[in-house]
């Protein structure tokens, strides 16, 4: 156990839904990131929220939209995806102090567009 | 960020220690080397992390070189639960990315 939990853990959508991501952490930390893990492929960072504001936005498609309402919060809002966004989507969060950033990931949510 | 460079596979006997290489040639002065696994499927979880001197805590120990191009994951007594993707990461300060390579296949055998 992380302190960081993801709901739901699998999710199977269509091409034509809108579904949500969670994300929760109960570290106290000050950032939260969403991170996708196609297959056979690296992680690739989508969005960091730092404070609860984003400060970066990795050229990620507009069918992915992140919020973040609170510090220990954050979601992914899914609509309109392609099959080739199947993949593991990560959230992650991390006390950002001077010098150091360790990150805590949850165990993910398997997605599959189908 | 400095890039990293690790062996894509590796196999280690179970009870023995596990050394993982990486290579990060292009580091800069102020830039932490992270090591990160992941159990197949999971999120990646932390291992540990330095800046010049060498680390060790309950999971393993961190051997960075004194040039800091190169670093060592050793995990003392390796088990068949430590078979992962372990990754190597340099992050300078200020920076939220880290940048995943593919890492190296860690198998224990029994």
């Known amino acids: 156990e992380t302190g960081v939990t993801q709901t739901p853990r699998h999710l199977v959508m269509g091409m034509t839904n809108k579904k949500s991501l969670k994300c929760e952490q109960h570290l106290g930390h000050n950032a939260m990131y969403w991170y996708k893990q196609s297959a056979k492929k690296p992680l690739e960072l989508m969005f960091v929220y730092s404070l609860e504001e984003r400060v970066e936005n990795n050229s990620v498609p507009s069918r992915f939209s992140p919020e973040c309402p609170n510090s220990s919060h954050l979601f992914l809002h899914l609509h309109t995806l392609q099959p080739e966004d199947s993949a593991l989507y990560l959230c992650?969060?991390?006390?950002?102090?001077?010098?150091?950033?360790?990150?805590?990931f949850g165990a993910g949510t398997r997605l599959s567009v189908l | 960020d400095a890039k990293t460079t690790q062996p894509t596979s590796m196999d280690c006997a179970e009870g023995r220690a596990a050394n993982l290489p990486c290579n990060h040639s292009t580091i800069s002065g102020n830039e932490y080397v992270y090591w990160y696994r992941q159990i197949h499927s999971q999120g990646p979880q932390y291992i540990i992390h330095?800046?010049?001197n060498n680390e060790t805590n309950e999971m393993a120990s961190l051997i960075i070189t004194e040039d800091r191009k190169s670093s060592t994951l050793i995990l003392p007594h390796a088990t068949l639960r430590d078979t992962a993707v372990y990754y190597c990461i340099v992050r300078a300060p200020g920076t939220y990315k880290y940048i995943f390579g593919t890492g190296t296949r860690l198998k224990v055998l029994a």
């Open positions: 992650a969060s991390s006390q950002v102090i001077v010098g150091e950033n360790i990150q805590y």
């Open positions: 330095g800046l010049k």
